[in-house]
């Protein structure tokens, strides 16, 4: 059973519509989680990663995590056709290794 | 800073044949990561090391796959008699904190 649960596995928001990804871990051993984004045809790049209860933002995007039920959530609103990509979510144990999860492909639709 | 560098970026390999894959981490990085990725299973951790030495390979297939970290600068995963079932993106990324991919190496066993 895959440790990191990211739902839903697809989405379609319009451009300029607010997208919401989720992402939860089963393994109660992590302590970080952090958000890729893999654009077609490229390798993942780190968009935005949290460690403590709350919220954080940085621009159009803003995570949540709500470390008692090991959820987080990426935001996205403003959404660009840029943004249509693939998103990773990752739980981390404090040894570098990550456990990914299957991903969620977000189109933005013009 | 060139970022995660690996070589061949495609490989095409016949049933049988050996395929050796190359990494260069980013200097200073400490972790480095091996993965693949396929449309059907998405990513899949296969190896790590830190500091050079062999963490965790339990992602490897045991028979046909290993991977080396002769030193700092470079990393190889080697995979012996290749099946069509090896055709994949093997990424490999570099890690102090955050992990940095690199472009990754398309395999394709015919």
């Known amino acids: 059973q895959q440790k990191v649960q990211q739902s839903p596995e697809s989405l379609i928001v319009p451009e300029g519509g607010m997208a919401s990804l989720n992402c939860t871990s089963s393994d109660r051993n992590v302590d970080y989680f952090w958000w890729y984004r893999q654009h077609s045809g490229k390798s993942p790049k780190m968009l935005m990663?949290?460690?403590s209860n709350g919220e954080k933002e940085e621009g159009r995007f803003t995570v949540h995590l709500n470390k008692a039920s090991l959820h987080t959530s990426l935001h996205i609103r403003d959404s660009q056709p840029s943004d249509s990509a693939l998103y990773l979510c990752a739980a981390a144990h404090s040894n570098y290794q990550l456990i990914w999860g299957s991903g969620t492909k977000l189109i933005i639709k013009p | 800073n060139a970022g995660v560098i690996q070589t061949p970026r495609h490989k095409v390999t016949g049933k049988g044949q050996e395929a050796t894959l190359w990494c260069e981490p980013i200097s200073g990085h400490s972790a480095v990561f091996w993965y693949r990725q396929t449309i059907v299973q998405g990513l899949e951790f296969l190896t790590y090391f830190r500091n050079q030495a062999p963490i965790d390979d339990s992602g490897m297939p045991k028979e046909r796959f290993s991977a080396q970290m002769p030193n700092q600068s470079h990393s190889t995963l080697k995979i012996q008699s290749t099946q069509p079932q090896d055709s994949a993106v093997y990424l490999c990324?570099?890690?102090?904190?955050?992990?940095?991919f690199g472009p990754g190496t398309r395999l394709t066993v015919l």
């Open positions: 990324a570099s890690s102090l904190d955050e992990q940095y």
């Open positions: 990663s949290i460690f």
